[in-house]
C-alpha cells in the first residue's frame, strides 16, 4: 500500500538556511524523535534508521538536487520510499518548504509511519520549533 503525503509549511528564514537545514541528514535526530540515525556512506547516499513499529532500516540515494531550491533521495535497499522538498523564498527572510513523500511501509503501520515522516502537524511543529531553537534561523 502506497502512502503520498505533502505538507507546506512557511519557514521564518532565508532559502539558503531552510536548504542547509534540509540536506544535513544527520542532524534529523535532534529535531525529529524517530530518526535514531543517518549515517553517509558518500556525498550521494545515506543509511537511515529509524522506531516507528519497530525498528526501520533503508538506504538512500540522492537525487534531483539543485541548490537552494530542491533536494530528492530514493531508497535503494529497505523500506521503499521516495521524496522531493522544495523550497521558494518569498522575500530574503521567509520560505515555503513544500515536502512531497510516497512510502511503502511495511502493513500495519502506515499512520505511524506517515507521522514519522513528519506529515501533516508533526512536521510543522518540528519546524516551528526549530525556527524559534535555532541561532541562524
Known amino acids: ?31 525529529m524523535h524517530s ?11 545515506s543509511h537511515w534508521v529509524v522506531q516507528v ?14 541548490p537552494e531550491r530542491q533536494v530528492g533521495w530514493r531508497s535503494i535497499k529497505g ?8 523550497f521558494t523564498p ?8 513544500d515536502v512531497f513523500i ?3 511501509p511495511p502493513m500495519g503501520i502506515v499512520g505511524r509511519m506517515a507521522e514519522w515522516l513528519g506529515i501533516n502537524s508533526h512536521f510543522q511543529t518540528v519546524l516551528k520549533r526549530r525556527c524559534r531553537t535555532s541561532p541562524e534561523w
Open 35 to 45: 530518526v535514531r540515525g543517518v549515517t553517509y556512506y558518500d556525498t550521494q547516499q
Open 90 to 97: 518569498l522575500g530574503t527572510e521567509q520560505t515555503v518548504v
Open 102 to 104: 510516497h512510502h511503502d
Open 53 to 66: 513499529a519497530g525498528k526501520q532500516v533503508w538506504d538512500a540515494v540522492n537525487e534531483n538536487w539543485i
Open 1 to 31: 500500500m502506497m502512502g503520498e503525503h505533502h505538507v507546506t509549511v512557511l519557514v521564518p528564514t532565508s532559502v539558503k538556511n531552510a536548504y542547509a537545514f534540509f540536506t544535513h541528514f544527520h542532524d534529523f535526530p535532534k529535531y
Open 79 to 86: 523500506m521503499q520510499n521516495r521524496g522531493t522538498i522544495k
